[in-house]
C-alpha cells in the first residue's frame, strides 16, 4: 500500500542559491561547492553526545541523543553525490532526527569517489550494517536512514543485503533520495530553474566520478531499477522543487507494486532536503513523522517488558 500525503505547505521555499556549478573543476572544487550547502543546517541538537568509532575498517561515529532509549539504532548514510560528504557534513541534522526518534544514529563514513569508485560505498554500507550486527543489535532494532546519495545507498543496501540472504532492518528512511543515476526523472527538466542545491549537470558530474564506467542504470548504483520484493517498511520525503521529486515518487511507485508498505510524503514549495533547515515549519514536520516511523517500527520491547 502506498500513501501519498502531498501538501503540507505552500510557503515559498527559503532560498540556500549556490554559486553557478562549473562541471570542469577539480574534484577539491566540487567538494567544495557541495559543501556550501550544508552550512545552512545549523547547531547540533542541544544534549546529544557524538562519539567517535571505528566500524570495522572505516571511521564513523555514534550520535547519542539524551533521550535514546533501549538499543533503537538508525544506520544513516550521508549524502554529497558519492563524492564529498562525511558524519560531520550532517551532524546537525542528523542529531535533530537522533533526538526526535529517541535513537543513536550510527553515521559511517563511507568511501567517496572518485579515488574510491562504485561499489566501495554499498561495501562500507553493508559491513557497517554487519557491524551492528555483531554489537548485539538486531536487526528489530535497526532503521536505515539517508539524504540524496545516502538515500540511494539505503536502498542499495537493502537489495545487496537481500540478495546475500542476510536478514533486513525494521525499516527504511530517505529524505530526497537519489535513485536513478540515469536521470531520466521528469522533474530533473521541469524543476530545473526551482532547485537552487542540484541540477541535472551536477548529478552528472557526480555520477561520472563515482560509475568510473559502470552502467547508470546497474540496480546497485541506481536502485530503482532493482527487485524491490521482501523490503521493509518505507518512508521517503522529497521537496516539490527539487530535481529528484521524480526519484522519490518512483521509488514509492516500485516499492507498492512489490506490495511493500511505503509512504511517499512530498512537501509543497520545499527544496531539496528541507529538513536541514532547522527554523522552517515544514523542517519540524518531517522530522517529526519520520521518527514517528522509526519509533513505530522499533519498538522498545525491553523496556516495555521491564515496565509490565
Known amino acids: 500500500m502506498m500513501n501519498w500525503p502531498r501538501t503540507f505547505s505552500r510557503r515559498p521555499a527559503l532560498a540556500r542559491r549556490q554559486a553557478a556549478f562549473d562541471p570542469s573543476a577539480s574534484i577539491e572544487d566540487l567538494r567544495e561547492h557541495i559543501k556550501h550547502f550544508w552550512a545552512g543546517f545549523g547547531p547540533v541538537q542541544t544534549g546529544v553526545d557524538v562519539q567517535p568509532v571505528l566500524i570495522s575498517a572505516i571511521r564513523g561515529e555514534w550520535v547519542v541523543p539524551e533521550s535514546a532509549t533501549g538499543r533503537r539504532v538508525i544506520l544513516y548514510f550521508h549524502g554529497g553525490g558519492f563524492i564529498a560528504g562525511s558524519p560531520e557534513s550532517h551532524r546537525a541534522l542528523i ?14 563514513q563511507y568511501r567517496l569517489a572518485p579515488e ?4 566501495a560505498a554499498l561495501r562500507d554500507a553493508a559491513d557497517a550494517y554487519r557491524w551492528l550486527l555483531t554489537q548485539g543489535i538486531t536487526p528489530a532494532n535497526i532503521v536505515f536512514a539517508g539524504d540524496g546519495s545516502g538515500g540511494g545507498l539505503v536502498f542499495a543496501t537493502l537489495l545487496a543485503l537481500r540478495n546475500a540472504g542476510l536478514p533486513l532492518p525494521a525499516g527504511a528512511l530517505c529524505f530526497s533520495p537519489w535513485a536513478d543515476m540515469t536521470l531520466s526523472g521528469w522533474s530533473m527538466l521541469k524543476n530545473k530553474a526551482n532547485d537552487d542545491a542540484l541540477s541535472w549537470e551536477l548529478l552528472a558530474t557526480c555520477a561520472r566520478h563515482y560509475l568510473k564506467g559502470a552502467s547508470p542504470a546497474e540496480p546497485f548504483a541506481s536502485p530503482l531499477y532493482g527487485d524491490f520484493r521482501g523490503m521493509p517498511p518505507i518512508m521517503i520525503h522529497a521537496g516539490s522543487l527539487e530535481v529528484l521529486k521524480d526519484d522519490a515518487s518512483r521509488l514509492g511507485e516500485r516499492a507498492a507494486a512489490a506490495n511493500i508498505n511505503v509512504n511517499v510524503e512530498v512537501y509543497e514549495g520545499m527544496p531539496h532536503l528541507f529538513q536541514g533547515l532547522p527554523e522552517l515549519p515544514e523542517s519540524k514536520v518531517s522530522l517529526t513523522r519520520a521518527a514517528a516511523f522509526i519509533k513505530a517500527r522499533t519498538p522498545d520491547v525491553a523496556l516495555r517488558r521491564a515496565a509490565q
Open 95 to 108: 542529531s535533530r532526527l537522533a533526538h526526535a526518534a529517541s535513537a543513536r544514529a550510527l553515521v559511517p
Open 116 to 119: 574510491f569508485p562504485y561499489p
